[in-house]
């Protein structure tokens, strides 16, 4: 497999066996539909191996210790049971390849293996997913690395630990007890390994860093202290007093000819892909309300002029299908004209409800290209949403062909 690709599953009783050229700390969360555990008896775990549905399974020497996964009887409220690793003792995984197999756990047969490569700095791993989706389960490759341990995977899906150290380092100790969260925030997350990897945010409760909205550890900012303007490649979290924006949100676009120019005819859009970055359906003025208008473009502009945005386009962020994980919104000159003759191009993301302009991206020079990407959302594991300023040029005159080039980007 590769990160972010999916297998479906035959078989009721799965096991996810990890193995590397070290011992390693193998264990698994089950996740309700807000990403989070239901409660501390959902961390699965040497020291408490058995979950509802979900069992630890020691290798003994014999072989890789296992994560076993009976789809049959997990209760219909956990959506989703994601496998990690952690070096036994502590330490990174550089210069290490973990390698987590997939086996029906009845008759050993193979269903699927995945190997993130390229680690680095990272001491845990969300590995794979385990997951319901209309009905059926299916396994899915992850690879999101954390600097933190095992307990940073821990309380960013919700379990309370006494104390920021991986379990790994306490093969002795009886299970910790269910404890308010830590006063201090542990490490960030390490950079992502994978394209469907994703960065989670400390746990709720946990005190920022710094104060927002300057940038957190790995660049990120929220929306606590009011309108944020974003420059090129950065990103904002959006999350406001700890809880994250799922309601609608307007994406305003707007542009204007150069000076002296003609008339342009630029078209937004927005493209909206699965974890493998698979195009699922793209919004744009020939197509105004897709996914069962989870998102609704308001119509065309034919020449940028007038003041305010020239396109907007609505997304109901808690009305998303789950499989959708990433949006590109995209600008595209359906004329032909190049991006050089276009001035003031900017993109703005606003309250629905209100009108309150949250984040802003003005994007001050153009290129002598026909498209350019404009921002992209990446949603979490703990299924609040990232946005990214982009302001990547690209050769595309329609909103289909800039499908590849957004995909690339996630």
Known sequence: ????????????????????????????????????????????????PQGAGVAYRPGNGAGPDAIVVDTAVVPA????????????????????????TVRGADDGAPIASFAPAGLGPETALVIVEVYRRGGAWKVRAIGQGYAN???????????????????????????????????????????????????????????????????????????????VNLRKNETVSLVKAGKPLLASVRMGLGWEPAFG????????????????????????????????????????????KGSGDDEAITVHLGGLPPEVTGLVFTVNSFSGQKFNKVKSAYCRLLDESSGEELVRFDLTKGEARTGVLMAKFIKQFSGEWEMTALGTFVDARTARALEKPGAEAL
């Open 1 to 48: 497999m590769t990160p972010g690709s999916n297998v479906p599953l035959a078989v009721d009783r799965v096991a996810v066996e990890v193995a590397a050229a070290v011992r390693l700390d193998v264990s698994g969360l089950l996740l309700g539909a807000n990403g989070k555990v239901r409660s501390d008896d959902d961390f699965v775990f040497y020291n408490q």
């Open 77 to 100: 409220d956990v959506d989703k049971i994601v496998v990690t690793a952690s070096l036994d003792g502590g330490g990174p995984f550089a210069g290490t390849t973990p390698t987590a």
């Open 261 to 304: 120019g003609r008339n342009i005819d630029l078209d937004a859009s927005v493209i909206a892909y699965d974890a493998s970055r698979t195009p699922v359906a793209t919004c744009y003025f020939g197509k105004l309300m897709v996914l069962d208008g989870a998102i609704q473009h308001h119509g065309d502009n034919l020449t940028g």
């Open 149 to 227: 341990g095992l307990a940073g995977i821990a309380t960013d899906f919700g379990v309370t630990v006494d104390e920021p150290a991986a379990p790994a380092q306490q093969a002795n100790a009886a299970p910790p007890a269910p404890t308010a969260p830590p006063a201090a925030p542990p490490v960030q997350a390490a950079p992502p390994s994978g394209p469907a990897a994703t960065h989670l945010p400390p746990p709720p409760g946990a005190a920022p860093s710094v104060p927002a909205p300057q940038a957190a550890a790995g660049g990120r900012i929220n929306l606590d202290k009011g309108r």
